[in-house]
């Protein structure tokens, strides 16, 4: 069942829920494969500016939508959050609560690197509210991550899973990538094994990319070919599916009822609030749907917090109704179940002739599916291979 519930806005329909992403910008180590906004820790981690930051941070934001709407989900990504301990967390998750109002039952979520943990620290992240972790593996083998400039061994992983789990957490997820540098498909499947013997309830396996502003996209290692890749992907999934974890997204698979609700917020358009250096926001408000972000590098970031100068147009962009389709169709595409028509209509706002015939190509290349009985529109599996294609013939006219 679609968990959304709606409530009408001028001749939008905007889902209520609303997800909250904060930032942890810093690393040990920069690993060269990964372009996300990551920096090297320099000097020592000074806790607790960080987290009088967000909290300022939020408390300006809260003049942009209304403090009435509801947070189900908060996901706190990196970097490396598992850098803070559990007493900052606390302190932090804390003073979001007095601000903001939480469901119940709300999934909170703190990536985990197993190599910059300390495994006596679960009890206290789950005591102050983190319920869901998510662990960096990417691989199980020595030699791999060596490769992949991770600071942790195959065994670190089994450790701090294991530690989680004696904390009380149940719901845990790993992330792995394949199509690793020289990776066989036999090895590729001897990670996911590995994962899955770990019972995680949920499982993220991404496909390595060669990303142009990182160590291997200037020295580029020598990875599996296109077919070999192909291969493993379908057997990854396929082993996957045996063990009762189902695919939802192209990269994301989970035991019944264990999806992650605050990426499931973000693949069906919903809106969320970022706090942290380099946070997007994407809020609608009275029919206008808007992208905010945050300084990049965490000492402008820092320092503009503090002095309240981060505002202005430069650091937000409204959406063109020529691109809300685009926008939309990027992630939703993604869900392997795909979405209803009318998610489409609420979400952006377009009318169902706007969009059936945005996709019009896409339908009639059968890379995309519409059945006009249940309004239910999805990627065909012929259309995976098309996804590029498909966003290409969405762009707006220039
Ligand atoms: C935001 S990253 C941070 C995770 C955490 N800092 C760690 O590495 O332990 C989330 C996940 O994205 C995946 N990832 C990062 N860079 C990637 C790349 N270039 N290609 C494919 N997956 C990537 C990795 O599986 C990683 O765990
Ligand atoms: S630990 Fe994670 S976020 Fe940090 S550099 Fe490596 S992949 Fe990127």
């Not at 065909?380 to 294609?389: H, I, Q, S, V, W």
Request: net charge neutral; proline share 5%; hydrophobic share 35%.
């Amino acid at each position: 069942m679609d968990r959304r519930q709606t409530t009408q806005c001028c001749q939008f329909v905007i889902a209520a829920p609303l997800s909250l992403y904060i930032h942890f910008p810093w690393c040990i180590k920069k690993c060269p494969y990964c372009d996300f906004n990551s920096h090297e820790l320099k000097s020592e981690l000074n806790e607790t500016a960080y987290i009088e930051t967000l909290i300022k941070d939020l408390q300006h934001d809260l003049a942009l939508y209304k403090p009435s709407r509801r947070i189900d989900s908060i996901f706190m990504g990196g970097g490396t959050p598992s850098l803070f301990s559990g007493n900052a967390m606390n302190r932090l998750l804390i003073q979001l609560a007095n601000h903001l109002n939480f469901i119940p039952d709300i999934e909170i979520t703190m990536e985990v690197n197993p190599g910059a943990v300390e495994y006596d620290r679960f009890e206290s992240y789950l005591a102050a509210g983190i319920n869901r972790l998510s662990f960096g593996a990417q691989s199980f083998s020595d030699s791999q991550l060596k490769k992949l400039g991770r600071i942790h061994r195959g065994d670190n992983i089994t450790t701090a899973v294991t530690a989680a789990r004696r904390a009380g957490y149940s719901s845990v997820n790993i992330d792995l990538m394949y199509g690793l540098p020289r990776q066989s498909i036999e090895e590729a499947i001897l990670d996911c094994e590995q994962a899955i013997n770990l019972s995680p309830s949920h499982l993220s396996m991404y496909q390595l990319t060669i990303e142009p502003n990182t160590l291997f996209g200037k020295y580029p290692p020598a990875l599996p070919s296109t077919d070999e890749s192909e291969q493993m992907q379908n057997q990854l999934i396929e082993l996957a599916e045996k063990h009762a974890y189902s695919r939802y997204e192209i990269s994301a698979y989970s035991k019944p009822g264990c999806e992650s609700r605050h990426n499931l917020n973000y693949w069906q358009f919903g809106d969320y609030l970022g706090i942290g250096a380099g946070a997007h926001s994407k809020l609608t408000t009275n029919g206008r749907i808007q992208r905010i972000w945050k300084p990049k590098h965490p000492t402008n970031y820092l320092k503009s917090i503090r002095n309240g100068t981060d505002s202005g147009p430069t650091n937000s962009k409204t959406l063109k109704r020529s691109e809300l389709l685009l926008e939309f169709s990027m992630n939703a595409l993604r869900i392997t179940d795909g979405f209803q028509l009318n998610l489409a209509i609420q979400t952006t706002g377009l009318s169902e002739k706007e969009i059936l015939t945005g996709l019009d190509l896409a339908i009639r290349e059968k890379w995309i599916d519409y059945q006009p009985d249940s309004g239910r529109i999805k990627c065909t599996p012929f259309g995976y291979r098309f996804l590029d294609e498909i966003l290409v013939s969405l762009l707006p006219d220039p």
